[in-house]
Structure formats: C-alpha cells, structure tokens
C-alpha cells in the first residue's frame, strides 16, 4: 500500500518563502517519478514541478526560478522550496507519485500520477 503525505504549508506574504515536503511509503521501486501540483481557488489543478529517481528535475514556467523541488531517496521524501511567494501561487498543494519515468512536460497532468496525498494549503497575502 503506498501512501504519500504533505506536510509545511502554511501563510505568507508577498515575497516570502515555505519549504513542503512529501514522504511516500510503500514502495521499493527503482523508477519512479515525483511531483508538486496545486489547485488555486476557482482554477484547475496544475503541475508544477517534478524530479525522477535519477535526480532529472523539471519545472512549470510559473514557477521557474522561485521553486526548487529536491529529494532524499534514502528517506523517501520529497521537497519544495518556495521563494519569492506570490498571491497567485495561493492554494492547495498535492505530492504526487508515479512508479515510471516522468511523462514529457507537454504530459505532465494529474492523470498521469498515481498516488497521491491529501494536499497543504499555501496562502500568499498581498
């Protein structure tokens, strides 16, 4: 049974900064993929980050340059470091797990992951 858990949201204001994490049990495979996404009010869920089991790491454009996702396979855990919050980057934030290679950016989507956890929600006051 795998099991993926959030955990670091929390409020801000304009230009601050949180760190998340993700831990993901239940699981012993050699390629896998994991991801960040978030879901703004009103809006749809949105990839933003990713990192495979070989360290390759890829970003959304939203976030380029203000977020580092990194992991630790000997801990099972995932983080997202974000810098130079912005209101816009309001909302709940997903870690997500797939046991293959990360899909290509134009396919990276909420379909394409597995396992997922019960989201954190980040809130950026202006």
């Known amino acids: 049974q795998v099991h993926v858990a959030e955990s670091g949201g929390g409020s801000v204001q304009t230009g601050g900064s949180l760190r998340l994490s993700c831990l993901a049990s239940?699981?012993?495979?050699?390629?896998?993929?994991m991801g960040w996404f978030r879901q703004g009010p009103g809006k749809e869920r949105e990839w933003i980050a990713a990192?495979?089991?070989?360290?390759?790491?890829i970003y959304a454009d939203s976030v380029k340059g203000r977020f580092t996702i990194s992991q630790d396979n000997g801990k099972n855990s995932l983080s997202l470091r974000m810098n130079g919050l912005k209101p816009e980057d309001t909302g709940m934030y997903f870690c997500?797990?797939?046991?293959?290679?990360?899909?290509?950016?134009?396919?990276?989507?909420?379909?394409?992951?597995?396992?997922w956890g019960q989201g954190t929600q980040v809130t950026v006051s202006s």
């Open positions: 997500a797990a797939r046991f293959a290679p990360c899909p290509n950016i134009r396919s990276m989507a909420s379909s394409a992951f597995a396992f």
């Open positions: 239940g699981h012993a495979f050699n390629s896998y993929c």
């Open positions: 990192i495979d089991s070989d360290d390759n790491f």
